[in-house]
Protein backbone atom coordinates (compact mmCIF):
# COMPACT_ATOMS: atom_id res chain seq x y z
CA UNK A 1 0.00 0.00 0.00
CA UNK A 2 1.32 3.87 -0.44
CA UNK A 3 1.95 6.03 1.92
CA UNK A 4 -0.33 9.13 2.44
CA UNK A 5 2.74 11.33 1.56
CA UNK A 6 3.43 9.35 -1.92
CA UNK A 7 -0.45 9.76 -2.57
CA UNK A 8 0.06 13.44 -1.58
CA UNK A 9 2.98 13.52 -4.36
CA UNK A 10 0.83 12.34 -6.88
CA UNK A 11 -2.21 14.77 -6.80
CA UNK A 12 0.19 17.61 -6.73
CA UNK A 13 1.40 16.43 -9.99
CA UNK A 14 -2.24 16.27 -11.16
CA UNK A 15 -3.50 19.11 -9.71
CA UNK A 16 0.16 21.26 -8.47
CA UNK A 17 -0.79 23.82 -5.71
CA UNK A 18 1.25 26.34 -7.53
CA UNK A 19 -2.17 26.79 -9.95
CA UNK A 20 -4.39 27.70 -7.26
CA UNK A 21 -5.57 31.45 -6.60
CA UNK A 22 -3.92 33.51 -4.16
CA UNK A 23 -6.67 33.37 -2.10
CA UNK A 24 -7.37 29.76 -1.96
CA UNK A 25 -6.57 26.91 0.40
CA UNK A 26 -5.37 23.46 -0.69
CA UNK A 27 -3.22 20.39 -0.13
CA UNK A 28 -3.03 18.57 2.51
CA UNK A 29 -5.13 19.47 5.40
CA UNK A 30 -4.73 16.71 7.93
CA UNK A 31 -3.05 13.50 8.29
CA UNK A 32 0.18 11.75 8.91
CA UNK A 33 2.28 11.43 5.58
CA UNK A 34 3.90 7.96 7.17
CA UNK A 35 0.58 6.13 7.32
CA UNK A 36 -0.55 3.73 4.27
CA UNK A 37 -3.65 4.57 2.19
CA UNK A 38 -5.55 1.41 1.16
CA UNK A 39 -8.48 3.29 0.72
CA UNK A 40 -9.43 6.58 -0.67
CA UNK A 41 -13.15 8.95 -1.05
CA UNK A 42 -13.43 11.67 -3.17
CA UNK A 43 -16.22 14.19 -2.54
CA UNK A 44 -17.18 17.85 -3.03
CA UNK A 45 -17.53 19.14 0.34
CA UNK A 46 -15.66 18.38 3.51
CA UNK A 47 -18.73 17.87 5.67
CA UNK A 48 -19.40 15.83 8.52
CA UNK A 49 -21.49 13.19 6.48
CA UNK A 50 -19.29 12.79 3.72
CA UNK A 51 -16.66 12.21 6.73
CA UNK A 52 -18.79 9.65 8.29
CA UNK A 53 -18.89 7.62 4.85
CA UNK A 54 -15.05 7.99 5.21
CA UNK A 55 -15.43 5.96 8.28
CA UNK A 56 -17.98 3.69 7.61
CA UNK A 57 -16.14 2.71 4.27
CA UNK A 58 -12.51 1.87 5.98
CA UNK A 59 -10.85 5.36 4.10
CA UNK A 60 -7.58 6.76 5.35
CA UNK A 61 -8.01 9.80 2.81
CA UNK A 62 -10.60 11.95 1.66
CA UNK A 63 -10.15 14.05 -1.20
CA UNK A 64 -12.36 17.40 -1.33
CA UNK A 65 -13.07 20.31 -3.98
CA UNK A 66 -13.88 22.35 -1.85
CA UNK A 67 -11.63 23.64 1.18
CA UNK A 68 -12.58 22.99 4.51
CA UNK A 69 -10.60 26.21 6.06
CA UNK A 70 -10.61 29.09 3.38
CA UNK A 71 -9.65 31.58 5.91
CA UNK A 72 -8.11 31.94 9.14
CA UNK A 73 -9.29 30.18 12.30
CA UNK A 74 -8.11 30.02 15.40
CA UNK A 75 -9.97 27.17 16.94
CA UNK A 76 -10.73 23.20 15.96
CA UNK A 77 -12.34 22.78 18.66
CA UNK A 78 -15.17 19.70 18.43
CA UNK A 79 -18.31 21.88 19.56
CA UNK A 80 -17.34 23.73 15.85
CA UNK A 81 -18.95 21.89 12.74
CA UNK A 82 -14.86 22.46 11.04
CA UNK A 83 -13.69 21.45 14.34
CA UNK A 84 -16.21 18.17 14.46
CA UNK A 85 -15.05 17.15 11.16
CA UNK A 86 -11.36 17.24 11.94
CA UNK A 87 -11.51 15.24 15.07
CA UNK A 88 -13.80 12.49 12.98
CA UNK A 89 -10.48 12.51 10.13
CA UNK A 90 -7.90 12.24 13.47
CA UNK A 91 -9.79 10.01 15.71
CA UNK A 92 -9.64 7.59 12.82
CA UNK A 93 -6.63 8.02 11.05
CA UNK A 94 -8.13 9.76 7.77
CA UNK A 95 -6.17 12.21 6.32
CA UNK A 96 -7.83 15.21 4.18
CA UNK A 97 -6.72 16.74 0.55
CA UNK A 98 -7.62 19.61 -1.18
CA UNK A 99 -7.69 20.66 -4.84
CA UNK A 100 -9.76 23.56 -5.42
CA UNK A 101 -8.88 26.30 -8.04
CA UNK A 102 -5.53 23.75 -8.70
CA UNK A 103 -8.14 21.33 -10.13
CA UNK A 104 -10.43 24.15 -11.79
CA UNK A 105 -7.04 25.08 -13.64
CA UNK A 106 -5.75 22.02 -14.63
CA UNK A 107 -5.94 20.45 -17.88
CA UNK A 108 -8.15 17.78 -17.28
CA UNK A 109 -10.23 19.71 -14.77
CA UNK A 110 -13.22 20.48 -12.91
CA UNK A 111 -14.72 22.30 -15.92
CA UNK A 112 -13.43 19.18 -18.58
CA UNK A 113 -15.34 17.28 -16.32
CA UNK A 114 -18.61 19.24 -16.90
CA UNK A 115 -17.97 19.71 -20.33
CA UNK A 116 -18.26 15.62 -20.65
CA UNK A 117 -20.88 15.08 -18.70
CA UNK A 118 -23.13 17.59 -21.32
CA UNK A 119 -21.67 15.91 -24.27
CA UNK A 120 -19.48 18.26 -25.75
CA UNK A 121 -16.32 18.43 -27.70
CA UNK A 122 -13.61 20.47 -26.18
CA UNK A 123 -11.88 22.95 -28.49
CA UNK A 124 -10.25 25.08 -25.24
CA UNK A 125 -9.93 26.71 -22.60
CA UNK A 126 -12.68 30.02 -21.71
CA UNK A 127 -9.88 31.85 -19.95
CA UNK A 128 -6.41 30.51 -21.38
CA UNK A 129 -3.21 30.13 -18.59
CA UNK A 130 -0.83 32.96 -19.82
CA UNK A 131 1.65 30.48 -18.05
CA UNK A 132 0.89 27.08 -20.08
CA UNK A 133 3.04 27.11 -23.87
CA UNK A 134 0.12 24.47 -25.21
CA UNK A 135 -3.11 27.00 -24.38
CA UNK A 136 -4.93 23.56 -23.17
CA UNK A 137 -4.91 24.78 -19.03
CA UNK A 138 -6.97 27.76 -17.39
CA UNK A 139 -10.27 28.71 -16.36
CA UNK A 140 -13.67 27.23 -17.81
CA UNK A 141 -13.95 25.60 -21.22
CA UNK A 142 -15.21 25.85 -24.63
CA UNK A 143 -16.76 23.18 -26.29
CA UNK A 144 -19.24 22.02 -29.11
CA UNK A 145 -22.29 19.68 -29.61
CA UNK A 146 -22.35 17.06 -32.17
CA UNK A 147 -25.21 19.21 -34.10
CA UNK A 148 -26.86 22.41 -33.22
CA UNK A 149 -29.96 21.60 -30.75
CA UNK A 150 -32.62 24.35 -29.53
CA UNK A 151 -31.97 25.77 -26.14
CA UNK A 152 -35.13 23.88 -24.21
CA UNK A 153 -33.24 20.72 -25.53
CA UNK A 154 -29.86 21.57 -24.65
CA UNK A 155 -31.03 22.39 -20.77
CA UNK A 156 -32.74 18.83 -21.15
CA UNK A 157 -29.55 17.80 -21.98
CA UNK A 158 -27.33 19.69 -18.85
CA UNK A 159 -30.07 18.64 -16.37
CA UNK A 160 -30.06 14.40 -17.25
CA UNK A 161 -26.08 15.00 -17.61
CA UNK A 162 -25.72 16.09 -14.07
CA UNK A 163 -26.40 15.24 -10.40
CA UNK A 164 -29.86 15.90 -9.52
CA UNK A 165 -30.62 18.57 -6.84
CA UNK A 166 -33.60 20.34 -5.68
CA UNK A 167 -32.69 23.63 -7.77
CA UNK A 168 -32.50 21.65 -10.94
CA UNK A 169 -31.54 23.68 -14.41
CA UNK A 170 -32.71 26.99 -14.89
CA UNK A 171 -32.24 28.75 -18.84
CA UNK A 172 -32.77 32.01 -19.91
CA UNK A 173 -33.36 33.03 -23.72
CA UNK A 174 -36.16 32.07 -26.35
CA UNK A 175 -36.53 28.59 -25.61
CA UNK A 176 -36.40 27.67 -29.49
CA UNK A 177 -32.83 29.10 -29.96
CA UNK A 178 -30.19 26.49 -31.93
CA UNK A 179 -27.47 26.10 -29.62
CA UNK A 180 -24.33 24.91 -30.99
CA UNK A 181 -20.68 26.22 -29.90
CA UNK A 182 -21.08 26.22 -26.03
CA UNK A 183 -19.01 27.71 -22.44
CA UNK A 184 -19.13 25.85 -19.10
CA UNK A 185 -17.37 26.55 -16.19
CA UNK A 186 -17.76 24.43 -13.18
CA UNK A 187 -18.95 26.78 -9.88
CA UNK A 188 -19.55 29.97 -9.86
CA UNK A 189 -18.90 32.18 -12.84
CA UNK A 190 -20.82 34.62 -13.42
CA UNK A 191 -17.54 36.83 -13.19
CA UNK A 192 -16.86 35.65 -16.39
CA UNK A 193 -19.57 37.15 -18.42
CA UNK A 194 -16.64 39.42 -20.36
CA UNK A 195 -14.77 36.48 -21.73
CA UNK A 196 -18.04 34.69 -22.69
CA UNK A 197 -19.38 37.72 -24.82
CA UNK A 198 -15.54 37.46 -26.57
CA UNK A 199 -15.74 33.79 -27.04
CA UNK A 200 -18.60 34.07 -29.41
CA UNK A 201 -20.66 31.34 -27.72
CA UNK A 202 -24.18 30.33 -28.40
CA UNK A 203 -24.68 30.06 -24.58
CA UNK A 204 -22.72 29.65 -21.27
CA UNK A 205 -23.67 26.85 -18.76
CA UNK A 206 -22.40 27.42 -15.09
CA UNK A 207 -23.45 27.85 -11.77
CA UNK A 208 -24.50 30.68 -8.71
CA UNK A 209 -25.94 33.24 -11.48
CA UNK A 210 -27.06 36.47 -9.85
CA UNK A 211 -29.90 38.24 -11.22
CA UNK A 212 -27.47 41.55 -12.34
CA UNK A 213 -24.77 39.96 -14.20
CA UNK A 214 -27.48 37.80 -15.65
CA UNK A 215 -29.88 40.29 -16.57
CA UNK A 216 -26.54 42.68 -18.02
CA UNK A 217 -25.18 39.84 -19.56
CA UNK A 218 -28.66 38.84 -21.25
CA UNK A 219 -28.74 42.77 -22.26
CA UNK A 220 -25.33 43.60 -23.76
CA UNK A 221 -24.55 39.86 -25.38
CA UNK A 222 -27.58 37.36 -27.26
CA UNK A 223 -26.13 34.59 -25.20
CA UNK A 224 -28.54 32.03 -23.68
CA UNK A 225 -27.64 31.32 -20.07
CA UNK A 226 -27.68 27.67 -18.37
CA UNK A 227 -27.70 27.70 -14.58
CA UNK A 228 -27.43 24.17 -12.33
CA UNK A 229 -26.29 24.27 -8.27
CA UNK A 230 -23.07 24.70 -7.75
CA UNK A 231 -21.88 21.78 -6.15
CA UNK A 232 -24.02 19.78 -8.80
CA UNK A 233 -21.18 21.34 -11.80
CA UNK A 234 -18.13 20.17 -9.65
CA UNK A 235 -19.16 16.83 -8.96
CA UNK A 236 -18.23 15.08 -12.26
CA UNK A 237 -14.88 16.16 -11.73
CA UNK A 238 -14.38 13.28 -9.24
CA UNK A 239 -14.90 10.61 -11.56
CA UNK A 240 -11.82 12.38 -13.71
CA UNK A 241 -9.85 12.59 -10.17
CA UNK A 242 -10.56 9.14 -8.96
CA UNK A 243 -9.82 7.45 -12.71
CA UNK A 244 -6.30 9.88 -12.91
CA UNK A 245 -5.47 8.45 -9.28
CA UNK A 246 -6.19 5.33 -10.10
CA UNK A 247 -4.28 4.86 -13.45
CA UNK A 248 -1.23 6.58 -11.10
CA UNK A 249 -1.89 3.61 -8.79
CA UNK A 250 -1.49 1.55 -11.34
CA UNK A 251 1.42 2.25 -13.01
CA UNK A 252 2.99 2.33 -9.47
CA UNK A 253 2.13 -0.91 -8.86
CA UNK A 254 0.13 -0.39 -5.60
CA UNK A 255 -3.38 -1.69 -4.31
CA UNK A 256 -5.82 1.01 -4.17
CA UNK A 257 -9.70 0.95 -3.48
CA UNK A 258 -11.47 4.31 -4.22
CA UNK A 259 -15.30 5.40 -3.93
CA UNK A 260 -16.70 8.97 -5.49
CA UNK A 261 -19.27 9.85 -2.64
CA UNK A 262 -22.89 10.28 -3.60
CA UNK A 263 -24.04 12.32 -1.06
CA UNK A 264 -25.87 15.52 -2.07
CA UNK A 265 -24.11 18.21 -0.18
CA UNK A 266 -25.75 20.99 -1.97
CA UNK A 267 -27.23 23.18 0.51
CA UNK A 268 -30.59 23.77 -0.63
CA UNK A 269 -33.10 20.72 0.01
CA UNK A 270 -36.33 21.52 -1.40
CA UNK A 271 -37.84 23.23 -4.66
CA UNK A 272 -41.10 24.61 -4.51
CA UNK A 273 -42.71 25.33 -8.41
CA UNK A 274 -44.53 28.06 -9.18
CA UNK A 275 -47.39 28.53 -12.01
CA UNK A 276 -44.94 29.59 -15.11
CA UNK A 277 -45.33 31.58 -17.19
CA UNK A 278 -47.50 34.44 -15.05
CA UNK A 279 -47.15 38.01 -14.23
CA UNK A 280 -45.58 39.76 -11.66
CA UNK A 281 -48.79 39.88 -9.68
CA UNK A 282 -49.90 36.24 -10.32
CA UNK A 283 -51.27 35.19 -6.52
CA UNK A 284 -51.28 31.38 -7.53
CA UNK A 285 -49.39 29.48 -4.71
CA UNK A 286 -47.22 26.73 -5.25
CA UNK A 287 -48.62 23.44 -4.99
CA UNK A 288 -45.81 20.97 -4.28
CA UNK A 289 -42.56 20.76 -2.38
CA UNK A 290 -40.08 18.40 -4.18
CA UNK A 291 -37.78 17.27 -1.57
CA UNK A 292 -34.21 15.52 -2.72
CA UNK A 293 -33.51 13.61 0.32
CA UNK A 294 -33.45 10.47 -2.26
CA UNK A 295 -31.72 12.38 -5.12
CA UNK A 296 -28.29 10.27 -5.68
CA UNK A 297 -25.42 11.42 -7.65
CA UNK A 298 -25.39 9.35 -10.87
Known amino acids: MPKLAALRSVLDELYPPAWAESWDAVGLVCGDPEDEVSRVLFAVDPVQAVVDEAVAFGAQLVVTHHPLYLRGTTTVAADTFK ?5 TLIRNGIGLLVAHTNADHADPGVSDALAEAVGLRITGPLIPDPSDP ?18 AAFAA ?7 ATAQGV ?5 PDRPIRRVAVC ?13 AGVDAYVTADLRHHPASEAREHADIALVDAAHWAT ?13 AAAEKHGWELETRVSTHVSDPWTAHAPMAFPATADA ?16
Not at 134 to 151: A, F, M, N, Q, V
Not at 157 to 163: D, H, Q
Not at 186 to 198: I, L, P, Q, T, Y
Open 83 to 87: GRVVH
Open 134 to 151: EGRRGTGRIGELPEPEPL
Open 157 to 163: RVAAGLP
Open 170 to 174: RAAGD
Open 186 to 198: GGSGDSFFAEVRA
Open 234 to 246: EWPWLRSAERRLL
Open 283 to 298: TTSATAVAATGAATAH
